[in-house]
């Protein structure tokens, strides 16, 4: 017999099997802030790694200022073209116009200062102004490039042209300073400041707190930072131990922290997210700083690929035009030094040949750019040549001929390489390479070693004018090598190549470590 079921107890029923499933649909809506997100396709610029906001406010004013300091290159070159052409008493012809129209194009596309806010808002250093002047020398070239093209460089009066030409980049620098000056007097400035603190005190937090105080125009006001290890155990820094981990939200919400970078080592993961999704229920912005100090870095550097953000830690130094700008180099140098050199090298040539037997060029296999092997040349200065033993050439080696001692000490025996220069296989400046044999003995003995293959091999490089060049008798004398080899690398620039060739001749001359 069935008994009677209350509708009411009856719904009660069906409400309570329901709910399972709608609270799994209502859990399945909420996502976590930590949690990781799949895409089904990456949308360019979805992932764009931008500037942090440095101010609250005044940021309608900020855009402004920062719009002004845009359009103040084309600016100041129209108006001190008028200026002048005025003073000379002459009208603004045809040709004017359409020089002032090109000067225009031209200063805005070449004279632009850096966008990102944290560099537009530092005082313009000298390198800065060096570079501006550099590019202003650009727009001119154009400019008379043009007018020789279309025959109308003579319409212009040569007095205008060069008063123009001299004035107008001063008047950009100047203008220049006076918009940065505008921008601290505006903007940057206490009640604008955003409230930071640092989660994790590491080397890398250390450092941009350290950099944010030494530069309060940028309006980061440091509070401190958090974490969970006790002040005696933490490294010797200025940043003031607000709490641990746990009390970061709540420090947050009640002192109006407006940005918190966490500075957690990569392994704390777990516990990154779980400060992500405690500081969601404030209004604070969230920044990740990676401690890549942990890393033997080489042209480290931020970036994205199809909007997917990436940090290079390894990477080699030229990229975009510098790859050029060395090539560049290297073939007008070896082109001057093959001409001036061209009499010595011969009678080098002669003299190999007729002081003992065998080829005059000694051909080598060595690794180059990213460990391809490549031949290099060499003037023969050993009776033999090398065979499957790689041995360095030591002090009185009985294998060295009594001209290639000479070749060898002053590094005449060198001077073949200047063809692997202008074939590619070699640069002026760079790491030296090795024989093969030495090159696999070496790898497995230094960590690190094959990095060095990243760039060029040269014919000189840092190692070689600090000292390390010639035998290197001990595994300490080799470590020294490779450290200065990937200096070069963490700092090329062509200036650098410059300095490096011009220390290479006086140290040619003092060191007797070649033999």
């Given at each position: 017999m069935n008994a009677a079921v209350d509708p009411g107890e009856l719904a009660r029923r069906e409400a309570a099997r329901a709910r399972p499933a709608r609270?799994?649909?209502?859990?399945?809506?909420?996502?976590?802030?930590?949690?990781?997100?799949?895409?089904?396709r990456v949308t360019p610029g979805s992932y764009e790694i931008t500037q942090p906001i440095l101010f609250k406010g005044h940021t309608a004013l900020a855009g402004s200022i920062l719009l002004l300091r845009a359009i103040a290159p084309s600016l100041v070159a129209i108006l001190s073209l008028y200026v002048i052409i005025q003073i000379n008493g002459l009208t603004m012809t045809r040709d004017f116009r359409m020089l002032s129209l090109i000067a225009c194009v031209l200063a805005g596309v070449l004279l632009q200062q850096p966008r990102k806010a944290t560099t537009q808002l530092l005082a313009p250093e000298f390198p800065a102004v060096v570079g501006l002047m550099v590019r202003w020398g650009a727009v001119l070239g154009i400019l008379l490039a043009i007018g020789y093209v279309t025959q109308e460089s003579e319409d212009f009066p040569r007095r205008v042209i060069i008063t123009w030409a001299a004035v107008t980049p001063v008047l950009v620098i100047?203008?220049?300073?006076?918009?940065?000056?505008?921008?601290?007097?505006?903007?940057?400035?206490?009640?604008?400041?955003?409230?930071?603190?640092?989660?994790?005190?590491?080397?890398?937090?250390?450092?941009?707190?350290?950099?944010?105080?030494?530069?309060?125009?940028?309006?980061?006001s440091v509070s401190g930072c958090f974490d969970d290890r006790d002040a005696n155990r933490l490294a010797s820094t200025d940043l003031n131990l607000l709490g641990r981990f746990a009390d970061l939200p709540k420090y947050v919400k009640d002192n109006g922290i407006d940005a918190v970078f966490i500075a957690l080592p990569l392994r704390h993961m777990r516990r990154m997210q779980d400060l992500l999704n405690e500081l969601s229920d404030t209004t604070a912005s969230l920044y990740f700083l990676p401690d890549v100090f942990v890393f033997d870095?080489?042209?480290?550097?931020?970036?994205?690929?199809?909007?997917?953000p990436v940090v290079s830690?390894?990477?080699?130094?030229?990229?975009?035009?510098?790859?050029l700008a060395k090539r560049l180099m290297d073939v007008v140098f070896v082109t001057v030094a093959l001409t001036l050199l061209a009499p010595l090298l011969l009678a080098a040539a002669i003299g190999v040949r007729l002081s003992s037997p065998g080829p005059i060029i000694y051909r080598q296999r060595r690794y180059g750019l990213d460990g391809q092997k490549i031949t290099i040349y060499k003037l023969r200065t050993m009776y033999v040549t090398e065979g499957d033993k790689f041995q360095q050439a030591t002090r009185n080696d009985n294998r060295v001929t009594p001209l290639g001692r000479f070749l060898r000490r002053t590094s005449i025996d060198e001077l073949p390489q200047l063809i692997n220069v202008l074939q590619g296989r070699m640069s002026l400046v760079g790491p030296r390479p090795h024989a093969i044999a030495h090159n696999e003995e070496i790898r497995r003995l230094i960590r690190g070693y094959m990095l060095r293959h990243k760039v060029p091999p040269g014919i000189t490089g840092l190692a070689q004018i600090k000292g390390f060049r010639g035998e290197t008798p001990r595994l300490s004398d080799m470590h020294a090598r490779v450290h200065y080899d990937l200096e070069y690398m963490r700092?090329?620039?062509?200036w650098l190549d410059f300095k490096i060739l011009l220390k290479t001749v006086p140290q040619l001359i003092r060191s007797d470590k070649a033999y």
């Open positions: 609270e799994k649909q209502e859990r399945a809506q909420v996502v976590s802030i930590g949690t990781r997100v799949h895409r089904d100047a203008v220049t300073y006076a918009i940065h000056a505008l921008a601290r007097r505006f903007i940057a400035q206490p009640r604008n400041s955003r409230k930071v603190v640092f989660v994790g005190c590491t080397e890398a937090s250390m450092s941009l707190a350290q950099r944010l105080r030494r530069h309060p125009e940028l309006c980061m870095l080489i042209q480290a550097r931020s970036g994205d690929i199809l909007g997917v830690l390894c990477e080699t130094p030229f990229h975009g035009l510098r790859p700092n090329w620039s062509l």
